[in-house]
């Protein structure tokens, strides 16, 4: 069983920049993708970047790309999101996640209890 747990989340201003953190709980994780996703207030939760194992693979959504940036440190079990050029639209609760099976987080098997991101315009 492999526990998630984001921080980094908080009150920031637009244009401004957050970077999240993703710790696993066990050296496992290393050979899952992990990324992240959010969920706004009244929306579906919706994929947002992950990474494969390997380091080798990123996705992003396209809402993201360009600002956002995606990492691991698998010697610290750590997945990070870094948020650059942050807007109204990006306020969310963010949650981690890791699959075993598809780098894109088809179907993730374990996720985080998320950290909330507000953006003041």
């Known amino acids: 069983q492999v526990q998630l747990v984001e921080s980094g989340g908080g009150l920031v201003q637009a244009g401004g920049s957050l970077r999240l953190s993703c710790a696993a709980s066990?050296?496992?994780?290393?050979?899952?993708?992990m990324g992240w996703f959010r969920q706004a207030p009244g929306k579906e939760r919706e994929f947002v970047a992950s990474?494969?194992?390997?380091?080798?693979?990123?996705n992003y959504a396209d809402s993201v790309k360009g600002r956002f940036t995606i990492s691991r440190d698998n010697a610290k079990n750590t997945v990070y999101l870094q948020m650059n050029s942050l807007n109204s639209e990006d306020t969310a609760v963010y949650y981690c996640?890791?699959?075993?099976?598809?780098?894109?987080?088809?179907?993730?098997?374990?996720w985080g209890p998320g950290t909330q991101v507000t953006v003041s315009s």
């Open positions: 996640a890791a699959d075993w099976r598809s780098a894109d987080l088809v179907s993730p098997d374990y």
């Open positions: 066990e050296r496992t994780a290393r050979i899952y993708a």
């Open positions: 990474e494969n194992a390997f380091g080798t693979y990123t």
